[in-house]
Structure formats: structure tokens, C-alpha cells
């Protein structure tokens, strides 16, 4: 799951013109300044990435869930 949650990190610093080293996976997409449009944008990314289907809940609201979600899916 680290290769996981370091693509969405990769994924998530580059949209944000961030560096990685600035994102932790128990950042909330909120506090890293993220909305929803932001978020379901970066989804249809990930989704092409890891191929495939991720559905949000409410739940989901950090780089660490999101990473166990697709770990979830990839089973």
C-alpha cells in the first residue's frame, strides 16, 4: 500500500504544484487545500492510474484512506 499512497501523493503534489515532502498521507484533502471539484478531478485520475473504480463516501477524507479504498478495489 506505500506504493499506493505514494502515487497519490505524486498525483496530489503535482496538482497542487506542491512538493511531496509537503504532503503526509494523514493530510485531509481539505487542509491541503482541495475541493470537491479538485478531488472528484484527481478521482478520474486515479482511476486511469490504478485502474479502477474508486466511489467516494464521506469517509474518505484523507490521502491514507483513499490509499486503502484503491487497495480495497485492486483485490
Known sequence: MKDIT??????????????EAELSASDKFTEIGLDSLD???LVMQMQEEFDCKIELTQ???TIEKLAELIANTQQ
Open 6 to 19: 505514494a502515487t497519490i501523493i505524486h498525483i496530489i503534489a503535482e496538482y497542487l504544484d506542491k512538493d
Open 39 to 41: 478531488i472528484m478531478e
Open 59 to 61: 469517509e474518505i477524507t
